[in-house]
T-cell receptor, first 117, second 113 residues
């Protein structure tokens, strides 16, 4: 168990550019979550995958955001035409199947910190 | 809708002193409740969790939390704080069929020598 891995750790981009982040979950975990954390706030749910199926998306996930998990393993989160308001820490979490996060706790990666200048 | 409130943004305690971090939740049924800790630049680590049973829950690193249904609270406690406990602490409740977590805004803990 090597934990949830996220790449890159930091990304600085200019407004209007596209960025893509990668998340490698714990290998046997079917569930994958993306969260966004801005300064002074708790993590906010963005989207959820069960294997390769994206089953829930938050209203926070505007049409500039897209997430994929093509083979049910790693996931990517792309932000198009970045805005300064997109600056945040983007966290990925994974868990095994279970009736609740109590039985199947979420394991978080160290996040990708995005700065849009 | 489920929500979590952490009333204290910053707390400073002296090393060796006791600690209590407050968390209030809003949930229609019996909630799944969690406390996570986040060190600077790191992801979140699960400290403890509660669903049912004994209302006093023990976690890692010497932390415990007490569930009080009458007060809709799930406060985190530690009898004696260590300098390494300085971090941000998040209370969370599970919301929805996807098992996603809804987090509070966090409490930043500073530990004075």
């Amino acid at each position: 168990d090597t934990g949830v891995s996220q790449d890159p750790r930091h990304k600085i981009t200019k407004r209007g550019q596209n960025v893509t982040f990668r998340c490698d979950p714990i290998s046997e975990h079917n569930r994958l979550y993306w969260y966004r954390q801005t300064l002074g706030q708790g993590p906010e749910f963005l989207t959820y995958f069960q294997n390769e199926a994206q089953l829930e998306k938050s209203r926070l996930l505007s049409d500039r955001f897209s997430a994929e998990r093509p083979k049910g393993s790693f996931s990517t989160l792309e932000i198009q035409r970045t805005e300064q308001g997109d600056s945040a820490m983007y966290l990925c979490a994974s868990s095994s199947d279970g009736s609740s996060s109590y039985n199947s706790p979420l394991h978080f990666g160290n996040g990708t910190r995005l700065t849009v200048t | 809708a489920q929500s979590v409130t952490q009333p204290d943004i910053h707390i400073t305690v002296s090393e060796g002193a006791s600690l209590e971090l407050r968390c209030n939740y809003s949930y229609g049924a019996t909630p799944y409740l969690f406390w996570y800790v986040q060190s600077p630049g790191q992801g979140l680590q699960l400290l403890l969790k509660y669903f049912s049973g004994d209302t006093l829950v023990q976690g890692i690193k010497g932390f415990e939390a007490e569930f009080k249904r009458s007060q809709s609270s799930f406060n985190l406690r530690k009898p004696s704080v260590h300098w390494s406990d300085a971090a941000e602490y998040f209370c969370a409740v599970e919301g929805g069929a996807t098992n996603k977590l809804i987090f509070g805004t966090g409490t930043l803990l500073a530990v004075q020598p």
